[in-house]
């Protein structure tokens, strides 16, 4: 064997420890335990814990006053949110709004003051908070009652925040377990025929039909925990809980809260009056340290356990058939190096079979080279941004507690990474013999750009017309794409300019004749190795995409990064893996068409991601109307797209690379 032969042999393997490495993060998770794959016990940048005292030791450093703030209302029936003052509940009078950060105003978290004002460990019983009037015969009442009434029957459910923490509803379903959400619905509705809707199963006395029944009453229970053992005047916050009621106070003067529940019928034709109450009670938690305070909205989440065994099922079995793909590529590789390596006479070389023949056409330039430069460039941007955005979350520079942090890491890395974007697309365009680098850079900087933010001016003109808190403001539109004008666009003319001066130099030189390729059975044509090729990277990834899905259209939080960060790497070491092997079947065919082949192979997992979010909204989600529906969609196609990039790019490096190593240690005459 030729020393070439010889180094393959003994260097090949090094493709292999990814692997172990895997196993190795696996075990270390174990050993944790279920806390560190959710990264959620530590955030090194800790928002400043707030300290709380009663009204009579009240300093500068110690509060007695604990604020609610809220947050818009969303529905699993409908994905136009709304602000909390869009709907007629008791405002602030001294109205104050938080500062957003980029991310809260992408996702329009608009977060408020309101008129719940609490004193620290003082129990308050049936506070009155206001009163609203409805009389049908003013129209502008009569539209504020039906857009209530609307918003019951959609099931629209508030979310509330106590010293930055979501304030969760936890109610008893059967077997006697409890099952809790950080919100809680704005009422219930009871249909014609009389079946109980939604929240209106848990209290027999929503019994009439075609009546809604108004959640004008909560009991709040907040815990605290005593921080300093010399000091016992100073507490921290670490959970708040809720329990909403319906009460018809027929005296505003003189509150029970008690007695029948809130009614307003469906056919409401005379004045109405509503009297939104309260009661808070304080209570200590010896146990329960603020460090770990966000606790209580993790053992809230429901699923947990279910999640945590899928995902070491899937990671057992992902392992598994990736470790078995890799020997088996490596070691048949490895034989058939060996084999053209012994080659000593000319009549052995005639006798050449499998992709040692296409040696002279296997780097080939593509068909449509500039579209496919394009592509791997955005793609790169795109990966870089998704393994840090991960990686900071999960060392907890990217807090849970701190909204909009996460999306404002994303979006502001992707306007930065446009220097990768530009040098990968401008590069991989010259290796493609490619001349026109210009044309190709604005190709890589406004071609899938344009497409997202065509897509998101469409569905920001629909929230607008539909009134929903989720619209971006035409000063925040223009905003973006000044960034992205101004800084992502000049960095990756930057990155394809210093791209463009050099190229992947090729280990074997290009046939000026095509060879001739022959015929192929079915099962080695590309769409069948693009079916098969994306089945295992969504495998995978299907579970966490199921809860993803339901972090962000059944609005729970989802703050399982750990998971989600193995998941990832797991994700592109099964992709780039498939696709090596797909490649080598094909080329063992004297297939040599391999790039866009290597590209598509991997990223048709993105064809059963929109098959799965299909699926998703059809049994899952209880959405009707249109705009629902194309906001929807249209948000689903985002996320297809970059998945299409990433895993794309992905795959097409790994075949890329592993290809160059092949023929750059076998013998060519």
């Given at each position: 064997?030729?020393?070439?032969?010889?180094?393959?042999?003994?260097?090949?393997?090094?493709?292999?420890?990814?692997?172990?490495?895997?196993?190795?993060?696996?075990?270390?998770?174990?050993?944790?335990?279920?806390?560190?794959?959710?990264?959620?016990?530590?955030?090194?940048?800790?928002?400043?814990?707030?300290?709380?005292?009663?009204?009579?030791?009240?300093?500068?450093?110690?509060?007695?006053?604990?604020?609610?703030?809220?947050?818009?209302?969303?529905?699993?029936?409908?994905?136009?949110?709304?602000?909390?003052?869009?709907?007629?509940?008791?405002?602030?009078?001294?109205?104050?709004?938080?500062?957003?950060?980029?991310?809260?105003?992408?996702?329009?978290?608009?977060?408020?003051?309101?008129?719940?004002?609490?004193?620290?460990?003082?129990?308050?019983?049936?506070?009155?908070?206001?009163?609203?009037?409805?009389?049908?015969?003013?129209?502008?009442?009569?539209?504020?009652?039906?857009?209530?009434?609307?918003?019951?029957?959609?099931?629209?459910?508030?979310?509330?925040?106590?010293?930055?923490?979501?304030?969760?509803?936890?109610?008893?379903?059967?077997?006697?377990?409890?099952?809790?959400?950080?919100?809680?619905?704005?009422?219930?509705?009871?249909?014609?025929?009389?079946?109980?809707?939604?929240?209106?199963?848990?209290?027999?006395?929503?019994?009439?039909?075609?009546?809604?029944?108004?959640?004008?009453?909560?009991?709040?229970?907040?815990?605290?925990?005593?921080?300093?053992?010399?000091?016992?005047?100073?507490?921290?916050?670490?959970?708040?809980?809720?329990?909403?009621?319906?009460?018809?106070?027929?005296?505003?003067?003189?509150?029970?809260?008690?007695?029948?529940?809130?009614?307003?019928?469906?056919?409401?034709?005379?004045?109405?009056?509503?009297?939104?109450?309260?009661?808070?009670?304080?209570?200590?938690?010896?146990?329960?340290?603020?460090?770990?305070?966000?606790?209580?909205?993790?053992?809230?989440?429901?699923?947990?356990?279910?999640?945590?065994?899928?995902?070491?099922?899937?990671?057992?079995?992902?392992?598994f058939l990736s470790g078995m793909v890799a020997m088996i590529t490596l070691k048949t590789v490895h034989k058939d190096i060996t084999r053209y390596n012994q080659m000593r006479f000319p009549e052995d070389a005639q006798k050449e079979f499998g992709w040692k023949l296409v040696h002279g056409d296997v780097f080939r330039p593509p068909r449509s080279r500039m579209l496919l430069s394009a592509f791997l460039g955005q793609g790169i941007q795109v990966l870089i941004m998704t393994f840090i955005t991960l990686l900071l979350v999960c060392l907890g520079f990217l807090s849970p507690a701190n909204r909009g942090a996460l999306m404002t890491c994303a979006v502001v890395l992707w306007?930065?990474?446009?220097?990768?974007?530009?040098?990968?697309?401008?590069?991989?365009?010259?290796?493609?013999?490619?001349?026109?680098?210009?044309?190709?850079?604005?190709?890589?900087?406004?071609?899938?750009?344009?497409?997202?933010?065509?897509?998101?001016?469409?569905?920001?003109?629909?929230?607008?017309?539909?009134?929903?808190?989720?619209?971006?403001?035409?000063?925040?539109?223009?905003?973006?794409?000044?960034?992205?004008?101004?800084?992502?666009?000049?960095?990756?003319?930057?990155?394809?300019?210093?791209?463009?001066?050099?190229?992947?130099?090729?280990?074997?030189?290009?046939?000026?004749?095509?060879?001739?390729?022959?015929?192929?059975?079915?099962?080695?044509?590309?769409?069948?190795?693009?079916?098969?090729?994306?089945?295992?990277?969504?495998?995978?990834?299907?579970?966490?995409?199921?809860?993803?899905?339901?972090?962000?259209?059944?609005?729970?939080?989802?703050?399982?990064?750990?998971?989600?960060?193995?998941?990832?790497?797991?994700?592109?070491?099964?992709?780039?893996?498939?696709?090596?092997?797909?490649?080598?079947?094909?080329?063992?065919?004297?297939?040599?068409?391999?790039?866009?082949?290597?590209?598509?192979?991997?990223?048709?997992?993105?064809?059963?991601?929109?098959?799965?979010?299909?699926?998703?909204?059809?049994?899952?989600?209880?959405?009707?109307?249109?705009?629902?529906?194309?906001?929807?969609?249209?948000?689903?196609?985002?996320?297809?797209?970059?998945?299409?990039?990433?895993?794309?790019?992905?795959?097409?490096?790994?075949?890329?690379?592993?290809?160059?190593?092949?023929?750059?240690?076998?013998?060519?005459?």
């Amino acid at each position: 064997m030729s020393s070439r032969g010889s180094y393959l042999g003994t260097n090949l393997w090094r493709l292999w420890p990814a692997l172990p490495g895997l196993w190795w993060l696996l075990g270390l998770g174990l050993l944790l335990g279920p806390q560190a794959a959710l990264c959620a016990p530590f955030y090194l940048p800790r928002l400043a814990p707030v300290n709380f005292c009663e009204a009579d030791r009240e300093t500068p450093t110690c509060k007695s006053s604990v604020a609610l703030f809220v947050n818009r209302l969303d529905s699993v029936e409908s994905v136009l949110p709304y602000e909390h003052n869009t709907f007629d509940f008791c405002q602030d009078s001294g109205k104050k709004s938080p500062s957003e950060n980029l991310g809260q105003v992408l996702f329009g978290g608009q977060i408020t003051s309101s008129p719940y004002k609490f004193s620290f460990n003082k129990t308050e019983t049936c506070i009155k908070v206001c009163v609203k009037s409805y009389d049908t015969a003013n129209e502008d009442q009569k539209k504020k009652l039906d857009f209530l009434k609307k918003g019951i029957q959609l099931n629209y459910q508030h979310h509330w925040i106590i010293d930055n923490m979501p304030v969760i509803w936890c109610r008893d379903i059967e077997g006697r377990e409890k099952y809790c959400t950080p919100g809680f619905p704005i009422g219930c509705f009871v249909t014609k025929s009389g079946i109980a809707r939604d929240a209106c199963v848990i209290n027999l006395e929503f019994n009439k039909s075609n009546t809604f029944y108004l959640f004008n009453h909560v009991d709040i229970t907040i815990t605290y925990h005593r921080e300093n053992e010399t000091n016992w005047s100073i507490a921290r916050l670490v959970s708040a809980r809720l329990d909403p009621k319906s009460y018809k106070h027929s005296d505003e003067n003189h509150l029970t809260c008690h007695g029948p529940p809130m009614e307003i019928p469906g056919e409401y034709t005379d004045k109405l009056n509503v009297t939104y109450t309260y009661s808070v009670k304080f209570e200590e938690n010896k146990n329960n340290k603020s460090g770990s305070r966000w606790n209580y909205v993790l053992e809230s989440m429901p699923e947990t356990n279910i999640q945590w065994f899928s995902i070491i099922n899937s990671f057992v079995i992902i392992l598994f058939l990736s470790g078995m793909v890799a020997m088996i590529t490596l070691k048949t590789v490895h034989k058939d190096i060996t084999r053209y390596n012994q080659m000593r006479f000319p009549e052995d070389a005639q006798k050449e079979f499998g992709w040692k023949l296409v040696h002279g056409d296997v780097f080939r330039p593509p068909r449509s080279r500039m579209l496919l430069s394009a592509f791997l460039g955005q793609g790169i941007q795109v990966l870089i941004m998704t393994f840090i955005t991960l990686l900071l979350v999960c060392l907890g520079f990217l807090s849970p507690a701190n909204r909009g942090a996460l999306m404002t890491c994303a979006v502001v890395l992707w306007v930065l990474l446009g220097t990768s974007a530009g040098y990968v697309s401008a590069k991989m365009y010259k290796t493609f013999r490619g001349v026109q680098w210009k044309t190709n850079f604005l190709l890589t900087a406004l071609l899938c750009p344009c497409v997202i933010f065509v897509n998101l001016f469409i569905m920001n003109l629909i929230l607008w017309v539909e009134g929903s808190s989720a619209a971006i403001s035409f000063g925040a539109l223009i905003g973006i794409f000044a960034m992205w004008l101004g800084i992502s666009v000049p960095l990756t003319f930057l990155g394809a300019y210093i791209g463009s001066m050099g190229k992947f130099k090729h280990p074997v030189h290009i046939n000026q004749v095509p060879r001739q390729i022959p015929q192929q059975t079915f099962f080695r044509k590309p769409l069948f190795g693009m079916i098969i090729g994306g089945v295992l990277p969504f495998g995978c990834t299907f579970i966490q995409l199921f809860f993803i899905l339901n972090s962000i259209w059944s609005h729970q939080m989802y703050i399982m990064f750990g998971f989600l960060f193995l998941v990832f790497i797991i994700l592109l070491i099964t992709c780039s893996e498939a696709t090596v092997l797909l490649c080598y079947f094909h080329l063992c065919a004297e297939d040599y068409h391999w790039w866009w082949r290597a590209f598509f192979t991997s990223s048709f997992m993105a064809v059963y991601l929109f098959m799965y979010t299909v699926y998703y909204f059809i049994t899952k989600l209880q959405i009707a109307d249109v705009a629902s529906t194309i906001l929807y969609f249209g948000s689903s196609m985002i996320m297809v797209l970059i998945f299409f990039l990433f895993t794309g790019t992905v795959g097409f490096f790994s075949c890329f690379f592993f290809i160059t190593k092949i023929y750059s240690v076998v013998k060519v005459d």
